[in-house]
C-alpha cells in the first residue's frame, strides 16, 4: 500500500471511528437531538461566532478548522488572538465550507450558522457528521449557544460554559439595576461606514439598551441601513458608536465639519468600540465587555466597577490570556 | 471531413463521460482508485462510500447537467437571435431567477433557494413571453426585451442585496451570484433533471428545425416552419433549460457564450450537429472545472469566478480566429 493510500485509510478509520463513537446526544440551539462524540477531539466551525465560543470553553486545540468574524488571513487578526492561537494561522477558512476538506480533517463535530452555509450544514448532516446549529442574535440566545457548546464539548467544558452563560445573565440583572432610575442618552451606532447604521433588531442595538442607552436607529428595520447625514442630524445622538472594524476613527468625525453640529460631536462623545480577541459588538463572550465598556461610556461610575481590572479579569479566566501593556492601552487602560 | 476533425469529433463525444469519471476520483478527501470502487459497493455506510455517493456522484451529475443546458442554450441562441455574442443570460432568466435565490436567502430560508430561482426565472421568461406577444417575436424585440427584463430584475436583485444583513445574508447571496455547486445533494436534482432532460429531448428532437430560425421568417416559411410560433417555442425550452441551471448552480457566465464557438469550430454551425455538440463540451467544460473549484482549496472557489478568468483568454482566442477569417487581424 502506498504512503498517501495508507494515510487515506487512517484518515477515514479515524473519521468513521468518530462517527459512531457517537455516546450523547445534545439538544442544538435550534432543538434538534445531535449525537455527539464522547470527547470530540476535531472540529471544525464555520460558524465565525461558533469559533470563539470554542476558545472561550477551553477548546482551542480541538478546533482544526475555523471561520473568524471578519478575517481571511491570519495577519488581519488582532495580536492577541494571534497570541491566544499561535497556530491560528493553519486553521483559519473563509469562504463556503467544503464538505470533503471537512472529511480530510477527520473532523467530529461541526458548529455552524442555521442561515449561512446552510447547503454545507444539509450535506455535512447527510455524510453523517454531527452537526450543531447555531441562531444566535439575543443576549439570551448567546447564553444557551454557550450552554449548548459546553455540553457538546462534554467535561470541564460543560461548567465553563454555564458559568459563562450565568455571567452574561448577572451582568444583564446589574446593568439593568445600576442603569433603572437613570437618563438614557441617545446613541447612533455606525458599522463598516459611518453613515451605515444598526437596525431595531440588530445586536448592537439590544448591546445599547442593555447598557443602558437609546438607539436613534431603532426604528429601522432589516440588517445594516444606509442613512444620510439629515437624518442624523434630526436624530441629534449624544454618543456615537463606531463599530471595531470600522475603517473611520472617531478624530474622523470630530475633525469633520459636517458633523459638528451634533450633539455627540460637540461634546466629543465619539468612541470606536473596541476589539483585543473578537469584536465587543458580536455575539461572543467579548460582548460582555462590550457591555461593561458601553455602561462605563454612557453613565460613567454608576456600575461602580473598575472596567481595566474587568478587562484583565476577563482574558486571564476566559482565554487564559494575560494582556500586554499596549493592548491595555488600547482599550483606554493605562 | 478532415481525419483530424473526425478524430475530433469522437472525441468529442467520449470527452463528457471521461470527465465524468475523472470529476469523481478528484476532491479534497484522498479518495484512490480502489477505494472508489470500493465504496461504490459500500453505498453510504462507510465515509468513503458517503463522500462518493453524497457528494461527489450528485454534484458531477449536476455539473454535467448544468454544463449541458448551458452549452446547448448557448449555441440555440446564437442561432435563434443571429449573433454570436448572445448567451443564455441574454433573456433575462438568469437575473430572474437570481432575484428569487436572493429573496429566499433574505427571508431567512435557505431550503427555498432552488425553488425561488425557479420560480422568478420562469416569471422572467413569462413577462418576456407576454411582451414577445404584444410587440411581436422578432428577434430583435426578444433580444430588446429580454434586456429590458434582465435589468428590471436586476434592480430588484439589487434591492434585495441592499436591505441583506451584511454579515450572513449577504455574504450568502454574493456566493450564490458568483456561481457554484457545494452542496448538491440528490433530492436537488430531482427537480433540475425532471426539467432539463425532457427540455434538452425536446430541442435535441427539433434540431434540425432549429436552421431555419436563422433564416428570415419568410424564408423559414416558405421552407415549412412557422418562425412566429416555432421561435418563441424554441426560447420558452431554452429559457426553462437555463432556468433550471441557475436555480441549482447560482450564475455561471461564459460557457453559453464560449463552448458553442469552439462546438462551431469542430463540428460547424449546422444546428443539428451543433446543439448535441456544444452539450457535451458544455458538461465537459463544467466537470473539469468544478472539480477544479471543490478540489483546488479547502474552502469552495466560486465556479461562476472560475468560468470567467478561463472563459475571457478563450473568448479572446476564439475572437483571433474569428477576426484571422475575416483577415481582420494579423
Known sequence: MRRWESWSLLVGLVAVVGLFAAAREVVDPLGRVVPVPDQAQRIASPYGMGTYYLYALGAKDRIVAGWYIGLRTANQAPEALRRLDPNLATKLRFGDPNVEDVAALGVDLILADATRYAAFTRLAREVGFPVLEYRVETFADMASALRVTGQALGGEAEARGDALARKVEETLAALAAATAGLGRPRVLFSGTDTLCVASGTMFQTLLIEAAGGASVSAGLAGSWNEVSLEQVLVWDPEVILLAPYSAAEPKDLLADPNWQRLSAVASGRVFKMPRLIAPWDTPVPDALLGLLWLAEVLHPGALGIDLCAEVLAFHRETYGLELSAEELAGVGCP | ?330
Open chain 2, 1 to 330: 471531413m478532415s481525419r483530424r476533425r473526425a478524430w475530433l469529433v469522437h472525441l468529442l463525444w467520449i470527452a463528457p463521460l471521461a470527465a465524468f469519471v475523472g470529476s469523481l476520483l478528484v476532491g479534497r478527501y484522498p479518495l484512490s482508485f480502489a477505494s472508489l470502487l470500493q465504496g461504490l459497493g459500500e453505498g453510504s455506510t462507510s465515509l468513503a462510500g458517503s463522500i462518493l455517493w453524497r457528494v461527489r456522484l450528485p454534484r458531477a451529475i449536476a455539473a454535467g447537467l448544468v454544463g449541458a443546458n448551458l452549452g446547448l442554450t448557448g449555441a440555440l441562441f446564437q442561432g435563434v437571435f443571429r449573433n454570436p455574442l448572445v448567451d443564455s443570460r441574454i433573456l433575462g432568466v438568469s437575473s430572474g431567477a437570481a432575484f428569487g435565490a436572493a429573496l429566499a436567502l433574505l427571508v431567512g430560508s435557505p431550503a427555498a433557494v432552488q425553488g425561488g430561482a425557479f420560480l422568478s426565472g420562469l416569471a422572467a421568461v413569462g413577462l418576456l413571453l407576454l411582451l414577445g406577444a404584444r410587440f411581436g417575436f422578432s428577434p430583435l424585440v426578444l433580444v430588446v426585451t429580454g434586456v429590458l427584463v434582465g435589468a428590471f430584475f436586476s434592480s430588484l436583485l439589487g434591492l434585495v442585496t441592499y436591505v441583506a444583513d451584511p454579515l450572513r445574508t449577504l455574504p450568502a447571496i454574493t456566493f450564490w451570484l458568483l456561481g457554484g455547486l457545494g452542496g448538491t445533494r440528490w433530492g436537488d436534482l430531482v427537480p433540475v433533471a425532471a426539467v432539463s432532460t425532457p427540455g434538452l429531448l425536446l430541442l435535441l428532437a427539433l434540431r434540425w428545425r432549429l436552421n431555419l430560425l436563422s433564416l428570415s421568417d419568410a424564408e423559414a416559411g416558405a421552407l415549412g416552419v412557422n418562425a412566429k410560433v416555432f421561435r418563441p417555442l424554441a426560447v420558452a425550452a431554452g429559457t426553462l433549460l437555463v432556468s433550471a441551471s441557475v436555480s441549482i448552480s447560482g450564475m455561471i457566465g461564459w460557457v453559453g457564450l464560449i463552448v458553442p464557438h469552439v462546438g462551431r469550430a469542430i463540428v460547424g454551425s449546422d444546428q443539428a450537429k451543433l446543439l448535441p455538440a456544444s452539450a457535451a463540451l458544455g458538461a465537459t467544460t463544467l466537470l473539469v472545472l468544478d472539480a477544479i473549484a471543490r478540489s483546488a482549496l479547502p474552502g469552495e472557489i466560486p465556479l461562476g469566478v472560475l468560468t470567467g478568468i478561463v472563459g475571457v483568454p478563450a473568448f479572446l482566442a476564439v475572437l483571433r480566429v474569428f477576426l484571422r477569417r475575416r483577415g481582420e487581424a494579423r
